[in-house]
């Protein structure tokens, strides 16, 4: 590989924080219900993706041109918003997502202004009423100007919204995180994974000396009357994956030549004062993307940039401008876990986004499940273990990963009724037990074209895709040629593990899986007996193998399967114990 890395001073200042472990993100911030609040949200806008009315669902989004001019003194933008659409059906009325506190200022359809008398916004969805319908099949455009504050962000990057902060030397420092709320914090869109545009121009106006880095390639910059035009182009941004960061930002540079063929930008827009711990981030970058390219597949946005921005709290896996929170902890494995985790959204959520965030698991699950890659492809077996043993120790089984309904992201990811933060932990569990059930080349040809769409991926051969659960056991049975049906309904669908159950009798160890629901569980179990490794094929749910009262039995000796275990429930008891109360 190639690395040139140099230092590039465009503007000011921005670098990363200390880090947090992931199980935190299930902690939800209150709820705040005063409507004069400068953190309240509608029901509406928190809502992302979910159930949607038949009228979003008819359009699809070809091409976002997104403009904001950026007040920090103020605390307040002023957006012009054009989203092109072709619709899949017939439809009446034109539906898009914007907090409803923005002041609308003028609409327009193909260039034609909208009366207001024909369009309201009382929750944050913002109803257009068509003059005439549109047909199956037709092309327009529709512009919103608009002003305001946008809601401050609550437990940012967690609970979504505008964090209004200074850098150390007291310039402005603003950052935007959609996770908890969507694009529809920030702007008009159609907050539904589904629903993403499929280009975006942007185009962020701020005061000269500030920047304003964003998604996708850089275009230019125009400066004119105190004021500096960041122009980006994207394509296939997540409907959380937009970003708005204004800062006095540094940037460090470099390319990374890839195993593929092409060259990858390399962009770290840190804050001054950061430049060590950026220096020692930036020294990740190639190792990161060796492992990635070299385990997984192609980076999927080489023609635009890896990049990572500082952000003033945790990381986010905003597109291709990743948010990284502080200063470089260093760790025993020798990578920094934060990026790496908010990285392989890259290719988790941003490439092979979840159709419906039911499937969430997809994006934090498979993301988790990474760490453990990460840390065995640089460190081998001992570290890929070390990371699996304390996942496995904060999964919950509270609710089953899978409901197999459609969901919003908050049902899934913060209320009490979803698994909230076993998409995590146990998520990645579930990947490493279907990996040692299925075989290595099964499961990464697998995981590719779940990722790709095909298990060949080049640059320029694949698309973004939407993942399902249930497209993923499609994919399993056919690179396997057998039916995994079993292995995901007990592991997705149910919230209990399965539990070994053993005895002996007449000189044998009988084993047999119990099972939530008594569901078929033909998961074949390895038995260590005085030394010798036993695998027991468990068709029926259960076997047996020669065992004397005294042999000395491990169940499951290399930790091959997801399984209850009775430690680590006693573990969690005493953990609660602990908690003040």
């Known amino acids: 590989m190639r690395k040139a890395i140099r230092a590039v001073t465009i503007c000011g200042a921005v670098l990363l924080a200390p880090l947090s472990a992931l199980h935190a993100q299930r902690q939800v911030a209150a709820t705040v219900t005063d409507p004069n609040d400068p953190k309240f949200i509608t029901a509406q806008t928190r809502k992302q993706g979910g159930v949607m009315p038949a009228e979003q669902l008819a359009l699809i989004f070809d091409h976002l041109d997104h403009a904001l001019k950026v007040f920090p003194a103020e605390k307040r933008i002023e957006g012009v918003t054009t989203l092109s659409f072709t619709t899949r059906a017939a439809i009446r009325t034109l539906i898009l997502d914007l907090y409803p506190k923005y002041r609308l200022s003028s609409i327009s359809i193909d260039g034609k202004v909208v009366p207001p008398s024909r369009y309201s916004n009382p929750d944050g969805q913002l109803r257009i009423s068509l003059d005439k319908p549109f047909a199956a099949g037709a092309k327009f455009t529709v512009q919103v100007v608009y002003s305001g504050t946008p809601p401050l962000a609550?437990?940012?990057?967690w609970e979504g919204g505008t964090t209004w902060a200074t850098t150390p030397d007291g310039q402005p420092w603003i950052d935007t995180s959609l996770w908890g709320g969507g694009c529809d914090l920030l702007y008009p869109c159609l907050d539904h994974p589904t629903l993403k545009p499929a280009t975006s121009d942007l185009h962020y106006t701020v005061p000269t000396g500030l920047m304003a880095p964003g998604n996708g390639a850089f275009v230019s910059r125009v400066d004119k009357d105190g004021w500096t035009t960041w122009n980006w182009h994207a394509r296939s941004v997540h409907t959380y994956g937009s970003v708005l960061d204004v800062a006095p930002y540094k940037v460090l540079e470099g390319e990374y030549q890839s195993r593929f063929g092409n060259v990858i930008p390399m962009r770290l827009y840190y804050i001054p004062g950061e430049e060590a711990d950026a220096a020692d981030l930036f020294r990740e970058f190639p190792q990161t993307l060796d492992f990635w390219e070299n385990v997984i597949g192609p980076y999927p946005w080489a023609d635009q940039k890896m990049g990572v921005i500082r952000v003033p709290f945790s990381g986010l896996e905003n597109q291709t401008l990743i948010g990284h929170s502080g200063r470089y902890e260093k760790t025993a494995f020798g990578w920094n876990w934060l990026m790496n985790h908010e990285f392989s959204h890259e290719w988790f959520a941003n490439q092979m986004s979840n159709a419906n965030y039911d499937d969430l698991w997809l994006h934090e699950g498979l993301g988790t499940y990474a760490q453990a890659l990460i840390a065995e492809y640089l460190g081998g077996e001992l570290d890929y273990m070390?990371?699996?043993?304390?996942?496995?120790?904060?999964?919950?089984?509270?609710?089953?990963?899978?409901?197999?309904?459609?969901?919003?992201?908050?049902?899934?990811?913060?209320?009490?009724?979803?698994?909230?933060?076993?998409?995590?932990?146990?998520?990645?569990?579930?990947?490493?037990?279907?990996?040692?059930?299925?075989?290595?080349?099964a499961f990464f040809t697998s995981i590719r074209t779940l990722v790709y769409g095909r298990p060949d991926p080049k640059p320029g051969n694949f698309a973004p895709q939407f993942g399902t659960t249930q497209g993923l056991l499609q994919i399993v049975n056919r690179v396997t040629g057998k039916d995994y049906k079993w292995f995901f309904d007990v592991y997705l669908y149910q919230a209990a593990l399965p539990r070994v159950i053993t005895t002996r009798e007449n000189g044998l160890l009988k084993v047999r899986w119990e099972v939530p629901g008594t569901l078929p569980f033909p998961m074949p179990l390895d038995v260590r007996v005085d030394g010798k490794l036993v695998t027991l094929p468990m068709t029926s749910g259960a076997g047996e193998t020669p065992a004397d009262a005294q042999a000395g039995v491990t169940i499951d000796p290399s930790s091959k399967i997801l399984r209850q275990l009775d430690a680590v429930d006693a573990f969690q008891a005493w953990e609660q114990r602990q908690r003040p109360r």
């Not at 609550?154 to 990057?157: D, E, F, G, H």
């Not at 913060?414 to 075989?439: E, M």
């Open 154 to 157: 609550k437990r940012p990057p």
């Open 386 to 441: 070390a990371q699996l043993r304390t996942q496995r120790n904060t999964i919950r089984n509270e609710k089953p990963l899978v409901s197999g309904r459609e969901r919003s992201e908050k049902e899934v990811y913060a209320d009490t009724t979803g698994p909230r933060g076993d998409i995590y932990n146990k998520g990645s569990w579930v990947a490493h037990t279907l990996r040692q059930l299925i075989g290595d080349d």
